[in-house]
């Protein structure tokens, strides 16, 4: 996500997006008009949020919208150019999948638009696309995620497609195996390569038998084993409405919007399936060779992170960006610029419901990789004695601040950050408040933070290539 934190699932999701792209070709001609207008809303919004961004007008445009059913939404109208934009999640995913049938969230996001109610799969994307409407959808660990694009005056038109497609999916056998051997290959495709190895023994080794370990896109042999009556069973467990979050951005207003949500959401069932997860602490420390036969070595280097809702979580925020975060980070000046062992570095704070880690990734040449990993010790172990400098400090802020705009370009990009804002509680005046969090860090809040993230004797570190006796007989 865009609010200062990231979406769980995506360093190793890919596959139902892969789908979606080779679905149909001819839906990018039939939309072409759709998406020059988008653009166009896009640079509005942009401009109206920038004003936002710096202090010059208040985020007052968000609206609480409740539907006579219920259901909220949080909506923020821009009436300029007539297109709606709407994302929604469920609680559940990856977690809530059976063991034995890992890829179930994945390919259930596949089959939405593959039939529904009444319309088989050609007929229903036949209504998607002479209507310019966009669907789509996505699973992380812990949320199931959708999202609708459409102009206004076919609204009505794509709330009931929507609507159908989230109350009676049809799940055809064809458009199943359709879907699967298309997932099927793109894991295939991907399952030697230097970063599906990385990932995979990434999760299995820093998360052994807890559910974060498992691929969120599932497996080969495991996506072959799901049947329709898997699928039948996870959308009734997952698409409910406790816990239902939504945000509306575009050419709609309160009265019309609220509706809408019951036709869409009300008919679906109001409990869905609890799962509970158990909190991860990291205690992995030292370091992982995997072999791999690649003449780059990939490395990965972990400590325990900062929950999301900690009031340290600004200057961690701040730190990390200073230390990793961009091509003027000390990370990426002294490895990459100074010394040039690695082709690019970086690092993130990566928060989930029940985990949070500080990461960082690089790729060097195998004869460089124990060189960059001291180099990252180093770094680390500088942060944690002394901290940023004021310069750096400054900065950081002034990056943070200044390019915080740029989440705001377009329509597609605020309806998420709705969506996001209120999965992490952060309330819906954050839009006002954001850049005073990050201002108001100081260099005591660097201090503290520093020491107390960067543990160095807790640090892990995984490489995935060859060995170094091998590399150099070769």
Known sequence: ????????????????????????????????FLTALWSFGSVLLFLILLLISSGKVRATEIQQVVSPGGIKAWL???????????????????????????GTATLLTALFDEGAGDLKADAFQTHLEENAIHMSFDTGYERFYGSLRTLTPNLMKATDLLALALQKPRFDEDAIERMRASLMSSLQRRQKSPGAVMSKNWRKTLYGDHPYSRPSDGEIETMQAITR?????????VLSRDDLIIGVVGAIDAKTLAPLLDKIF??????????????????????????FNNPQTQIRFALEGIQ?????????????YALGGGMTSRLFTEIREKRGLVYGVSSYLSARDHSQLFVGAMQTRTENTDLAI????????????????????????????GSYPLRFDTSSKISRQLVGIQEENLGIDYFDKRNSYIEAIN?????????????????????????MQTAKKQ
């Open 229 to 237: 009556d898997d699928l039948i069973d996870f959308h009734r467990a």
């Open 374 to 401: 001291e180099l990252v010790r180093t770094e680390l172990s500088k942060l944690a004695k002394d901290g940023l400098s004021e310069e750096e400090l400054a900065s950081a802020k002034q990056f943070l601040i």
């Open 266 to 291: 009300a008919p679906l069932p109001q409990k869905g399936e609890e799962i509970v997860v158990a909190p991860y602490s990291l205690d992995q420390k030292g370091r992982k060779d995997v072999a």
């Open 76 to 102: 923020v109208e821009e009436h300029s150019v007539p297109i709606v934009t709407m994302d929604f999640s469920f609680s559940g995913g990856v977690v809530n999948e059976k063991a034995d049938k890992l």
């Open 1 to 32: 996500m865009s609010f200062d934190t990231h979406r769980p699932s995506l360093p190793d999701h890919s596959c139902a997006r892969a789908v979606c792209v080779a679905k149909t070709k001819s839906a990018q001609d039939r939309q072409s």
């Open 308 to 320: 999301r809702d900690d009031p340290d979580f600004y200057a961690a925020y701040v730190i990390n």
């Open 443 to 467: 260099m005591d809040d660097i201090q503290r933070v520093s020491k107390r993230l960067f543990k160095i004797d807790n640090l892990f570190v995984m490489t995935v290539g060859k060995d």
